[in-house]
């Protein structure tokens, strides 16, 4: 009775016996730990469309509301340094190269998107979509969705490949990096302060109808288009440098909208009836690429 009561008491406070300790050993839960494990880029990329994609359409909504189409150019800028953060998100270990690309895609999509949004304020709908809603009608909200939003969306994404693949690169920090760098920082100064120019030109009522020559407008008729140019072939090239070669498709495509899409062809089919002494403009100034201008 004794011994049995011993035994009891060992399961008492403050009593201890070593089979009792060791079940309490064996028992015990322990802590679980949630680690980031960096998301294959397939999925990557498409997490980057889905988020892309939401995002537009809510500024499709918001559209509607406004009642102007324009604001989404606001959001082709954010949509890049959206892209990229959220691709550096997917990735655990983020070398010199991920941080980089980065910084140059986002520094250059909120400077754009800032600029725009300083330009459009208090003025109405941009006169290309004025013309897309004269001619859909009623129909132009359900219309706009896929043809100026949803098709943004998948532009963004398509052209920010670089900038998903890079952000994955562990390589070290090479000779085209620094080369790719330059030309961004090139491109980035050249829009920059082609924008500038161009904002002060325009803020004097005196130059009302009258065509921009002076500055970098003076050697191009594009310098912002053209130092858009350079900005993605600069970002293309430190993505290169990291084994994103594969994705030159997307500077190409840059390339040709700027050229031959929504940049330099469609700008000039309405400045020529919009500006008086533009043709001649045309005759000595070169259209893209920087160059002296023409003597007449």
Not at 83 to 109: D, I, N, Q
Request: charged share 15%; net charge positive; glycine share 8%.
């Amino acid at each position: 009775m004794l011994y049995s009561m011993r035994r009891c008491d060992t399961s008492l406070p403050g009593l201890h016996h070593p089979r009792i300790e060791n079940s309490r050993h064996v028992t015990r839960s322990r802590p679980i730990i949630y680690t980031r494990t960096t998301v294959p880029f397939s999925i990557a990329t498409c997490c980057v469309l889905l988020l892309l994609l939401l995002m537009l359409c809510a500024v499709w909504l918001l559209s509607l509301r406004l009642g102007d189409v324009s604001i989404v150019d606001i959001f082709w800028g954010l949509g890049f340094a959206v892209a990229a953060l959220a691709s550096l998100f997917m990735v655990t270990s983020v070398g010199t190269r991920g941080m980089l690309l980065t910084g140059m895609t986002c520094v250059w999509g909120l400077r754009l998107a800032g600029y725009l949004a300083w330009r459009k304020r208090g003025k109405p709908e941009d006169h290309r979509y004025r013309a897309m809603r004269e001619y859909h009608g009623e129909r132009f909200g359900r219309v706009s969705l896929w043809t100026v939003f949803v098709l943004q969306a998948l532009l963004i994404w398509f052209v920010s490949f670089p900038v998903q693949a890079g952000v994955r690169s562990g390589a070290t920090f090479t000779t085209l990096d620094a080369v790719g760098l330059s030309v961004w920082l090139a491109g980035f100064l050249f829009e920059s302060v082609g924008d500038w120019q161009l904002a002060r030109f325009l803020s004097d009522p005196t130059n009302s109808g009258r065509v921009m020559d002076a500055g970098l407008w003076r050697y191009t008729r594009h310098p912002n288009y053209f130092g858009d140019f350079l900005v993605w072939w600069g970002i293309y090239l430190v993505a290169a440098a990291g084994g994103a070669w594969w994705s030159i498709f997307s500077p190409l495509l840059m390339s040709f909208l700027l050229l031959r899409v929504s940049g330099v062809a469609l700008l000039e089919r309405t400045l020529q009836n919009r500006r008086a002494g533009y043709r001649d403009y045309v005759e000595r100034t070169s259209a893209f690429f920087p160059w002296p201008p023409r003597k007449p």
